[in-house]
């Protein structure tokens, strides 16, 4: 296909996107031109896909995180760049031959960047959903179908120097104020986190105790006020005063608690 066709169809593409407002229209329909292998039918296709507010990545088949590409099977949590930080974070924590548990892993995607900078540790990602963990193989990584900890090996039971999870922690009031695509084509398995939304946060503290070693660290996505909710149960737990981790627009996005 000559250059200039490809240029046509993409901005063709951008101005559909563009008017069905999204906010990133060239570079969606850059990613959906590559995709369809440049052919117009089929971009046709994609692009009317992602009109109805279907994940991008569910339609290209991956995403990127933290640099690395990772495939995102269809009905799989698409992985967010505000996830990043939590990632690198844990990659820093964890030694070169240690031990890390990704709690509902989803696609795998921590993990995989816990896999990709650390390749000597032992990396083990938990997810209670068949698709995600299917996925998180497809990724590379060594994954358990399971509820939170629950399917872990035994033997990283008090050897474990990290472990991150971003559990569903949405409180089941706000739900309905997700984004379009979340709310029409995701699964509230992946956001559900009960009245509070700390439901899974105060039953994975109290469980990650039987894996942390002490000296390890527990690292938490979560937001609002569920920093302080949490801090009780930290303690009790046996982990140290946590530190909270906000994003450059000073919004709470995760703990950080020592053991
Ligand atoms: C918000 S997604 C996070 C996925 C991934 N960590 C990421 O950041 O891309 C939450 C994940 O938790 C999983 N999940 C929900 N309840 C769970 C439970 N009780 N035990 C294990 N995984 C669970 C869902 O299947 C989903 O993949």
Redesign the pocket.
């Known amino acids: 296909m000559l250059h200039d066709d490809r240029a046509a169809l993409r901005s063709e593409a951008a101005a559909r996107l563009g008017a069905g407002g999204f906010l990133a229209p060239d570079e969606e329909a850059a990613e959906l031109l590559a995709a369809a292998g440049g052919d117009g039918a089929r971009l046709e296709a994609l692009v009317a896909r992602r009109l109805t507010g279907e994940p991008l990545a569910w339609i290209t088949g991956s995403t990127t ?1 933290c640099g690395l590409r ?1 495939l995102v099977d269809p009905g ?5 760049p505000h ?1 990043e930080a ?2 690198l974070r844990a990659a820093e924590r964890l030694p070169a031959d240690g031990a890390a548990v ?10 995989a960047v816990l896999r990709a900078r650390r390749p000597q540790a032992r990396v083990i ?5 068949e ?2 963990v299917d996925c998180a193989r497809r990724n590379g990584v060594d994954a358990v179908q ?3 900890l ?1 399917a872990v090996p035994a033997a990283l039971r008090g050897v474990v120097d990290v472990i ?6 949405v409180p089941a009031h706000e739900l309905r104020y997700l984004q379009r695509d979340t709310f029409t084509f995701e ?1 509230t ?4 986190g009960g009245r509070d939304g700390a439901r ?1 946060l105060r ?1 994975l503290v109290r469980e990650s105790t039987r894996f942390v070693r002490p000296g390890g660290v527990l690292l938490l ?1 979560l937001g609002g006020d569920q920093a302080q909710v949490l801090a009780p149960v930290l303690a009790a737990a046996g982990y140290g005063t946590p530190r909270v981790l906000a994003d450059e627009d000073g919004d709470v996005r995760g703990v950080e608690a020592r053991r």
């Open positions: 995180f990772v799989v949590y698409v992985p967010r996830t939590l990632a990704d709690v509902c892993s989803g696609s795998g995607a921590i993990a990602a938990a997810d209670i959903d698709r995600s399971g509820d939170l629950a991150t999870a971003v559990v569903p922690y699964s398995l992946a956001y559900d899974l039953r996505e």
